[in-house]
């Protein structure tokens, strides 16, 4: 297996995820469901939260737009 690394911690991810599942679940709630959107705007949110977790914000506080 050749998982990426989670983005958020030292753990593998599955390929699939944007974090691993530890990382995911400490997401809100809200910004878990907007991540999961496909739609246009999915890479600004994705974007968001990868300016987030560059800014050491911890998961339980990223919110990315709707
Ligand atoms: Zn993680």
């Known amino acids: 297996m050749n998982e990426p690394k989670c983005p958020a911690c030292p753990a593998r991810r599955d390929r699939r995820l944007l974090l691993c599942n530890r ?33 050491h914000t911890p998961l339980a506080i990223i919110r990315v737009s709707r």
């Open 23 to 55: 990382c995911w679940r400490q997401l809100p709630a809200t910004t878990r469901g907007r991540l999961a959107l496909h739609d246009p705007r999915m890479y600004g949110r994705r974007e968001q939260l990868n300016r987030a977790l560059a800014a």
